[in-house]
């Protein structure tokens, strides 16, 4: 073999790497590690959604109590529903979206805290003095706010999830998922009844 024919040869390689590095991304190698990546990302802005109200909440109780202390039961209903959330958001696992138990608990002390919080605003019908009250309007709609941005940032988890789910079962997905990405999982997604996804009626 000549020396002309083996530099040629040896030209060759890098192109030959960078063609089948082009026929790899073609077939989806990527896709995989991008959804999960995404789906992660989009649970992140759930979880800074759930915060935002929770944050709202005692300013909310606090307002509401200087109007309506004989209500005393429905506000501790939500003191201790927003206690429940919080602890359980603090002690969120690292692999939550792909624990079924740990997502459960989860969203099931989200659904117990929305409920409680439903029952507190509909407790302000009762107080007309509460309803026109400035602090507790402007804790209104930033209350409404946040209820529809979590709405937005769960549906936009739930459409990553699903993407990044059907990867892993579908062609080529499926191959990928079997050889180099054998630790990726099914991650979770919410599973409530659709009217406690509703989220809590705050105008008036």
Same mark, same amino acid.
Do not use: H
């Given at each position: ?14 192109? %030959?790497?960078?063609? =089948? !590095?082009? *026929? #790899? $991304? ?42 309506a202390a004989q209500e ?27 624990n079924p138990e740990a ?9 117990? %805290?929305?409920?409680? =919080? !439903?029952? *507190? #605003? $509909? ?82």
């Open positions: 073999m000549s020396y002309a024919s083996s530099v040629l040869r040896l030209a060759r390689i890098p192109v %030959l790497v960078a063609c =089948l !590095g082009l *026929l #790899l $991304a073609g077939c989806g190698v990527n896709n995989i590690p991008s959804y999960d990546e995404a789906a992660k990302a989009k649970w992140s802005d759930v979880l800074n959604q759930y915060q935002r109200r929770a944050d709202l909440i005692p300013n909310l109780v606090e307002t509401v109590k200087g109007y005393r039961q429905v506000l501790e209903e939500v003191t201790n529903a927003r206690a429940r959330a919080t602890q359980v958001q603090v002690q969120i696992p690292p692999d939550i979206v792909n997502f459960k608990r989860f969203q099931e002390a989200q659904a117990q %805290l929305t409920g409680a =919080l !439903g029952r *507190l #605003l $509909a407790v302000s019908e009762r107080y007309p003095d509460l309803k026109s009250n400035q602090n507790f309007l402007a804790l209104q709609s930033q209350l409404e706010g946040t209820e529809n941005r979590i709405a937005v940032a769960r549906r936009d988890y739930i459409e990553a999830v699903r993407q990044y789910n059907t990867e892993l079962r579908t062609f080529p997905g499926v191959i990928w998922a079997s050889t180099l990405y054998k630790n990726n999982k099914p991650m979770e997604t919410f599973t409530v009844a659709e009217d406690v996804k509703t989220p809590p009626q705050v105008k008036f």
